[in-house]
């Protein structure tokens, strides 16, 4: 797998987006859209992926879209109040890993993956805000497959940012994003295809 | 009419969206709410507004708003083919460009006024890029009356940024706004007050 460097596509310069409170960047063809589709056929095969239930007004359902933790053994996650142990690293992810902070300049040392089987898969509107992240933390997101529509809303001003995420792009969220800013990525109802991310976390070590 | 120092809200404080090829300030709060009322209420009732109409396919149709155009005898507008001279200066309004070229430090000396009766006015996806206006041109909006929302979208991209445009806000797009971005006032059929705006540019004089 190889990043494309400046000199292999004018897309890949970064694209910046600074918002009051947040700084975004985007590099729409980060990985060339061969080694993208390559990545996201074999994460989708060969992870164990899981469709997590949440409860809802006393009712049992599936979240819409399906998960996998990874990362250093010291980082475990929270969700809908349930710890998990992160799986160890997938050694594509693990490459991965080490260009992504190299490229955001920041440590690295685990990641949420989320595979969304078409537009009817989605993720509401969040913050990265678990407290094990820090107080303003750097998440890298690479997509993987269909283009989807991404939106950050401001929590009290209202103003909303909607990026296309294309196939191979990241997209780094900075600066006090995930104090002041949602995000979400809506229903698509007319995409069939299916998108793959990997959002890029650090989870400083115990002392 | 007074407008409101830092001293006097911390809202009058800018917020700034640096985008790929564009740069948006935001002063929530440019005007103080009751002399923005008043504003509204004396322009809409003293200015000569005309409803223009436009030929789409073959068919005349008014546009969904009303208009009036001011500024300096040279400051002639071209809309739909017609070229429109422009009103004389309104008092008010000629107090408040100066104001607002104080603020943004540029020359201003004509202005599109647009008046939105409810939500159901609105004004489509465009650039101001007329070549009058010079090839970066810097436009300031003034907000008077309901919120309404307001949208950027990339040409090529199709990144969309969307703003809250409160009563008393002044809304400035500069960088290559015009030349890579396109912008629209949504309909909004929830919105039933109106909505006055005051859109600043500058043409060059004639040599």
Same mark, same amino acid.
């Given at each position: 797998?190889?990043? &494309?460097? #400046? ?15 947040? =700084? ?17 056929? /074999? ?7 899981? &469709? ?7 009712? /049992? ?16 996650? &929270?969700?809908?109040? @349930? ?15 080490? @260009?992504?902070? +190299?490229?955001? +300049? ?22 990265? +805000? ?22 950050? #809303? ?7 940012? #909607?990026?296309?995420? =294309? ?11 995930? &104090? ?28």
């Amino acid at each position: 797998m190889t990043r &494309q460097t #400046q000199s292999d596509n004018c897309k890949a310069v970064a694209q910046h987006f600074l918002l009051p409170e947040a =700084e975004i960047s985007l590099w729409p063809a980060w990985l060339a859209e061969p080694d993208a589709e390559t990545l996201l056929t /074999t994460l989708a095969a060969e992870l164990s992926w899981r &469709q997590e239930q949440i409860r809802i007004y006393g009712k /049992t359902v599936n979240i819409p879209r399906q998960q996998v933790w990874m990362g250093e053994p010291h980082c475990s996650y &929270q969700y809908s109040g @349930v710890r998990f142990a992160p799986s160890s690293w997938h050694p594509a992810v693990q490459q991965l890993v080490a @260009v992504v902070s +190299n490229t955001i +300049n920041r440590p690295l040392n685990c990641v949420l993956l989320n595979l969304y089987a078409s537009g009817q898969d989605h993720m509401g509107w969040h913050a990265d +805000n678990e407290p094990e992240l820090g107080v303003a933390p750097v998440i890298a997101s690479l997509s993987l497959g269909a283009t989807r529509r991404f939106d950050l #809303q401001h929590r009290t001003q209202g103003h909303q940012l #909607q990026l296309q995420l =294309e196939n191979g792009s990241l997209l780094v969220m900075a600066g006090k994003c995930q &104090q002041h800013w949602q995000h979400r990525l809506p229903k698509q109802s007319r995409v069939a295809a299916p998108r793959l991310n990997l959002t890029f976390r650090y989870i400083a070590p115990p002392i």
